[in-house]
């Protein structure tokens, strides 16, 4: 069974600076999908970024990169020039990579204060 | 922008209740999925639905759940004898094909249950 897991409960981070959420996640398969979702207090779910398992490039999206190590199944989330809007709750997700659609595997979050 | 949409946004219900929890998934998505979180937890998956079946479900999703695409447009879930556990946030998501697409998710039904 996969399990994901983000050992930091609460980050925070200024205004402007720079802040790495960490992810690790345990899996037998080589086919898969990673994401960041962020949870704000409106409690929607919204897609931060994606990283497919075959591609060694990282994925970035605007502020937002990961560092993707797949030999050490690390998966983290740096937000750069960290924005008031960036505070949220934020969950690491694994998918299974097939054709019949896949669940998401959720950590247990970790909610960043941005602090102007 | 196409959105997911989910009704009621909060739901009080007496324990031994049935509900049903709504969701309008995006109108050219075939994939369909609720998860539900408790709150202060994380996230868990329930089911999935394709081709008017369920794909697979979680050891959460017992025999007192069920889901229903009625019409073609709504997607449901039931609840029918509620218990006190089962007060959480339940979360409905759609994707236009299978894995590696991304997942939009409604903005969620709280579900109270007293």
């Known amino acids: 069974a996969q399990t994901v897991t983000q050992s930091q409960p609460e980050m925070s981070v200024q205004e402007a600076e720079t802040v790495t959420l960490s992810c690790t996640y345990d899996?037998?398969?080589?086919?898969?999908?990673l994401f960041w979702y962020k949870q704000p207090p409106s409690r929607q779910m919204i897609l931060v970024i994606r990283?497919?398992?075959?591609?060694?490039q990282n994925a970035t999206e605007n502020r937002f990169s990961v560092n993707f190590q797949k030999a050490a199944k690390s998966f983290s989330l740096k937000i750069s020039d960290s924005q008031l809007g960036d505070t949220a709750m934020y969950f690491c997700?694994?998918?299974?990579?097939?054709?019949?659609?896949?669940?998401?595997?959720f950590g247990q979050g970790t909610e960043l204060s941005v602090k102007p | 922008e196409p959105e997911v949409t989910q009704t009621p946004s909060h739901q009080v219900t007496q324990m031994g209740q049935e509900v049903i929890l709504r969701c309008v998934p995006i109108?050219?998505?075939?994939?369909f999925y609720w998860y539900r979180q408790i709150l202060g937890q994380k996230v868990e998956f329930l089911v999935s639905?394709?081709?008017?079946?369920?794909?697979?479900k979680s050891e959460i999703f017992d025999d007192q759940f069920s889901v229903e695409r009625p019409d073609g447009s709504n997607f449901t879930l039931k609840i029918r004898s509620t218990k006190l556990e089962d007060s959480a946030m339940y979360f409905c998501?759609?994707?236009?094909?299978?894995?590696?697409?991304?997942?939009?998710f409604g903005p969620g039904t709280r579900l109270t249950v007293t």
């Open positions: 990283q497919e398992a075959y591609k060694q």
């Open positions: 998501a759609s994707t236009r094909q299978g894995a590696s697409y991304e997942q939009y």
């Open positions: 899996t037998s398969e080589n086919n898969y999908y």
């Open positions: 997700a694994f998918m299974k990579g097939n054709n019949q659609g896949g669940k998401l595997i």
């Open positions: 639905f394709y081709n008017n079946e369920i794909s697979e």
């Open positions: 109108s050219n998505h075939l994939y």
